[in-house]
């Protein structure tokens, strides 16, 4: 399957942003879905995921209450509507596609087996 990611861009604190990861193939309804994402010079860290029904999400801590992934397996799309945002979200983000059924690692960039290109986030203070 391959991923591409938009949407990103350049948006004062507070503002919002809504990234789109775009599938191709016909199995996308049945992966799990995650966003991550990578500043300079740091690690890539999980932001969110989504179960392939799309019944069940988990977030990290700092992105909670402010960030929402969501998914329609009609269009093969995994959204991330980011609000509230904070120049410390600023970023590469990372769509990935994790096709094995269990989900308990999803927080582990290992567990993803396909992965789009990026697009840069920038939040200016």
């Known amino acids: 399957v391959q991923l591409q990611a938009s949407g990103g861009g350049l948006v004062q604190a507070g503002g919002s942003l809504r990234l789109s990861c775009a599938a191709s193939g016909r199995s996308f309804s049945t992966y799990n879905m995650g966003w991550f994402r990578q500043a300079p010079g740091k690690e890539r860290e999980f932001v969110a995921t989504i179960r392939f029904s799309g019944r069940n999400t988990v977030y990290a801590d700092s992105v909670k209450g402010r960030f929402t992934i969501s998914r329609d397996n009609v269009r093969n799309t995994v959204y991330l509507q980011m609000n509230s945002l904070k120049p410390e979200d600023t970023a590469v983000y990372y769509c990935?596609?994790?096709?094995?059924?269990?989900?308990?690692?999803?927080?582990?960039?290992?567990?993803?087996?396909?992965w789009g290109q990026g697009t840069q986030v920038t939040v200016s203070s």
């Open positions: 990935a596609a994790d096709p094995s059924a269990y989900s308990g690692t999803y927080y582990l960039p290992r567990t993803y087996k396909y």
